[in-house]
């Protein structure tokens, strides 16, 4: 048995798990926040046998599209100083882990 964790942008989260519940995977959503910019972000897990893995990652992929957004950025230019400029990030995609499990109940 195989544990996928799926860190995906909140903007593709409804998507992702309806794919996925579709297929018959089941799957558990956190709510996250992190990485660079410090939003929020979806957290996917979801438990399947290990043939059932592969599928799971192309559902994933094919749904958590990466997208460019500008963000504000500030600088600093000695004390008291700052300047606010656009920033283009990348944001979106899909981090994936997939781990093993070496036990599971379901109580």
Known sequence: MKLIIAIINKEDSQEVSQALTKEKYS???LATQ???L???NIT????????K???????????????????PSTATYGIGVTTSFPLEVTVGGATIF?????RFEKA
């Open 38 to 40: 410090m939003s929020g």
């Open 27 to 29: 799957v558990t959503k």
């Open 44 to 51: 996917l897990m979801c438990g399947t046998q290990e043939d």
């Open 53 to 71: 893995v592969e599928r799971a990652l192309e559902i994933i992929k094919e749904h958590s599209k990466q997208r460019k957004e500008i963000v």
């Open 34 to 36: 992190g990485g660079f």
């Open 98 to 102: 997939v781990v093993d499990v070496e």
